[in-house]
Each structure stands twice: as C-alpha cells, then as structure tokens.
C-alpha cells in the first residue's frame, strides 16, 4: 500500500478513456457512435455504498432499492452503529432476507471492529483492495469489483461476473454465447489500462436495449 490515491475516473478522464476506446476497438466505437459516450455512475465511497452494493446481489436494481428502503426504515441510517443497533430481528422484520441480514450485520461489526478499513481500502492498490474487501462474509468478487469500479473509480476494474455486462459484450464482439468469466478476460485484456472504461460503454449499450 502507498501514500499516494490509486488513479481515479472523474468525468473528464472517462471523456478520454472512451476516446481513446473508440480509436482502439471499432465496436466500442460502434456504441459511442450510436448512444454517446456512457455515463460516469460514480457513487460516494464508503459504508453506505458498499451495503447498497451487497443489497443489488442477484436482484434488480429496483428491488435493491426497495430493500434499501426497508434497511432505512429499520435502522434509521445506513451506518456500522445502525445496523448493528437495529440487529437481525429488526432487519428481517422489516423484511429483508436472512442472508442479506446476516452479510451486512457481519459487515457493520467487521467495520465498526477496525477489521475492514474502508479508508485503507480506498487507498490500496486494486489487488489489495480487492483481497481486503473479499475477506468479508458477503463480499465476493462482484461486489468488491463493482465497489472499486463505481465507489472508487477506479479505470482498469472489470466484473467478470456481471450477468449484463457480459450479455452486452456477447452482442458487441457478436459471440455465440455468454462469454464466461476466462473468455471475458481475455477479450477485456486489449482494453487494458482503461477496463472499467470499457464496462462504462457496454452498460450503457445493455440500458439502450442492445442486447
């Protein structure tokens, strides 16, 4: 771990990354050229995102959110001393399920314990980010790609297992099936530095309908 920031997308470096994607690969440039230039989804880093995140496993967006307002509606905020004030029964009486109680329950004692330091996190290189955030119970790889790519923005992120981007890159590179997770990482390599750039397009092509 360093002194300084991991490099970070803010608006005006994703308006250069998707540039220079486009002049590097004619089907990303295909969707630029259709939909514009993907938005930046950027999301404030820290506790809070990171349970919306755990709360969007394997649900709609729509359904994440509405849990999210039932997590609020529980525990008053979206904080370590909520949730763990709050605790199971309140959590699954306002109609969570019991694994997604459990994951942030275990969360908000990690981090209120000093065991996850979201701010040592926010400062670790990709791979140790990702390992420190994967140590936690309800933290598998989607959620701590999806948390460095929106939360962190971090450029060179790309979630293998994100059933929508890998639908979108099935329809951009016209493959026979869904790429699985190897298959994904070999095509996102000629992307490199600029992955999660690149994730940027293909979401914003799957939210266009390109399907």
């Known amino acids: 771990m360093g002194t300084d920031r991991p490099a970070r ?5 994703l308006g250069v990354g998707v540039d220079v994607l486009a002049e590097r690969d004619a089907d990303l440039a295909g969707i630029v050229g259709r939909h514009g230039p993907p938005p930046l989804w950027a999301r404030q880093p820290g506790f809070a995102t990171l349970v919306h995140i755990i709360l ?32 199971p029964e309140r959590l699954l009486g306002a109609g969570l399920t019991r694994q997604k109680t459990r994951y942030l329950v275990g969360l908000a004692q990690e981090v209120s314990a000093g065991r996850l330091d979201l701010d040592a996190v926010e400062t670790a290189d990709d791979d140790d980010a990702r390992r420190q955030l994967v140590a936690v119970v309800g933290i598998g790889p989607w959620t701590a790609d999806i948390y460095l790519l929106m ?7 790309w979630p293998t297992g994100d059933l929508a981007l890998a639908a979108s890159m099935r329809t ?7 790429p699985r997770a190897d298959e994904q990482t070999a ?25």
């Open 9 to 13: 997308l803010d608006e005006a470096t």
């Open 56 to 87: 969007e496993q394997q649900v709609s967006l729509r359904s994440a959110e509405a849990a999210l307002a039932r997590l609020v509606a529980a525990a008053g905020e979206v904080t370590p001393e909520a949730i763990e004030t709050a605790g």
């Open 151 to 157: 939360a962190l923005g971090r450029p060179d992120i």
């Open 172 to 178: 951009a590179k016209r493959l026979g099936a869904i």
């Open 187 to 211: 095509i996102a390599a000629a992307w490199h530095p600029l992955r999660a750039v690149a994730a940027r397009i293909l979401w914003h092509a799957y939210l266009q309908g390109e399907r």
